[in-house]
């Protein structure tokens, strides 16, 4: 049977390219993907699906029921693309000043491939299948918003398992996972520290406090290392510093800000207070105070032990166990699909897609105005997404 699947998405290959392409050369951001949307629906077109619009968000949530009944497998696809300006040089490049850099194309595309698969064997499925097009992954949680819809009682059911593939550099048609984090949590960190302003040429009357967040911008790297083990990373790059207009004049406060990333339930559960016990202290020590607001913008993404041991052995059978890495530690990049996997056990995979002429080693990364994604790993990718639903409905 996996071979009739890979012939069969073989098969789908051009339609899957085309409709990549399209998206490509349009690409959207946000919560807002008119076209998007619009493709989506007709490439789904003359399927027998129940397919729903979202109010809130231009996602297209998609049922396919099986011919028996059964449990409900959750597959997701991103959509939107990047405020990045692309080069001009590929056919179908985009012209309006965003980029799909992200992949996000070829998820769509894939997930349409897998949903044509899915349905021509629906006759077979115990279950159902339930198809996630979400907008707005790049920073404006998405899948916040289709969850608040409902997304998860669409069915009837709670999903059982959820699957994504994310398509990165690297060499062409390898995956690679991991059980436990499989991407970092990432927060925003602001710090003001209050103090008294004055005369530059008296600071013993007045409360500096440029001094205090420059002890704290530095000082911050150290408290890292003493309150959260090695072993849990917690990545603090402090990216903003604000303080003075004058320089013979102490301002009343300055600030910093900061990009977090951890890998752990608890680095995030505990990072905000941590900071501000910390910012607490080294403010005293100059006679401020300080205000530490730290928000999280998605949460660590974890993998389900037993579904991502069963998507690697489903895609080793597939596509042979070469082409499936486990990889040993997260990557510091962050989704919102962190959402989905908080409630529902699945597993988030990423896909190398580096044209055969680039280097693997050396490929633009994601986000990169020069990464290129080769849109013919999209029949395994479509495959790929088909025989993970399939394979668990069939509870194998
Ligand atoms: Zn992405």
Redo the contacts with the bound molecule.
Sequence with gaps: MPQTLLADAANLLPDLVALRRALHHEPELGLELPKTQAAVVAALGGLDLEVTLGEACTSVVAVLRGGRPGPTVLLRA?MDALPIAEPAGLEYAATNGNMHA???DLHTAALVGAARLLHARRAELAGDVLFMFQPG??GYDGAAVMLAEGLLETTGTTPIAAFAI?NGPGERGVFSTRPGPILAGNGRLQVTIRGAGGHGSQPHSARNPVPAVAALAGALQTMLTQRFSVFDPVVLSVTQLFAGEAVNVIPESAGLGASVRMVSADAQARLGEEVRVFADGIAAAHGCTAEVDFTLQYPVTVNDAAATKHAIAALSTLLGAERVIEIPTPVMGS?DFSRVLAQVPGTYLFLHSSPNSVNPATAAV?HSPHVLFDDAVLADQAAALAHLAMSTLAGR
Excluded: A, F, Q
């Design positions: 991103d992200c992949g996000h992954e790049e994310h989704e994601n």
